[in-house]
């Protein structure tokens, strides 16, 4: 009678240490809400269930921040790669472009089409000068007075139609090809190999400088 009564002990026991250590294991579970809380082999399940939900809960955080941008605040995010135009006035009738062989430069382009396109654009004439600061450099000198937020805004929208990648918003990683066939132009992303078909400047937008406009008001 006696073994049996141990042995009932010992069955009960082991029921009850194993629902105690079932317990314990999710209090220990429940306890932590840091990715960084360890304690033994239950508290390295804790660690990897506390982060993996804490990656998923930034994983939504950040896609719902996304959401609420608006498309101008994505293009001044994406531009932390492109350095800003440095613009100043000289004299009153020029407008110095200082560091357009540095946004030359990052954005993969030629310094011919990205001259071309602020040209037609401003309708004015715009020149290439060594850098007076930097002789492997060179600036852009526009003819007229134009304000930082003219540039600027050319230089976002240049960024769109002639440099973003047509399968990634906001990667720059891209290049500006000629089909030898077709004679068309396209943007080739680098990463995936996706490619936008882009129209000539010159059939884009209106070419007709301020010198144009003058000779045609006095023939009037």
Avoid: W
């Amino acid at each position: 009678m006696a073994d049996d009564e141990d042995g009932i002990e010992i069955t009960f026991g082991k029921k009850h240490k194993k629902k105690s250590h079932d317990t314990n294991g999710q209090k220990q579970r429940g306890k932590s809400t840091s990715p960084n809380s360890k304690s033994g082999s239950s508290g390295n399940d804790s660690y990897i269930y506390h982060d993996y939900e804490f990656l998923l809960d930034r994983l939504y955080e950040q896609h719902n921040e996304m959401n609420r941008m608006s498309e101008d605040d994505r293009y001044r995010r994406s531009l932390f790669q492109i350095p800003k135009p440095n613009i100043y006035k000289e004299g009153s009738k020029k407008t110095m472009f200082s560091n357009f062989s540095s946004i030359v430069n990052a954005v993969n382009r030629t310094r011919e089409h990205l001259q071309l396109y602020y040209t037609i654009e401003l309708s004015t004439e715009c020149s290439i000068a060594p850098s007076p600061e930097d002789p492997t450099a060179y600036r852009m000198i526009i003819k007229g007075k134009f304000r930082t937020e003219q540039i600027e805004t050319l230089l976002n929208r240049y960024l769109s139609e002639y440099v973003e990648s047509p399968s990634i918003p906001g990667s720059y990683d891209t290049k500006l090809i000629r089909d030898a066939s077709t004679k068309m132009m396209f943007i080739e992303c680098n990463k995936t190999g996706s490619r936008k078909f882009v129209a000539p400047l010159k059939h884009t937008v209106n070419t007709v400088t301020k010198l144009d406009r003058m000779n045609a008001r006095e023939s009037k």
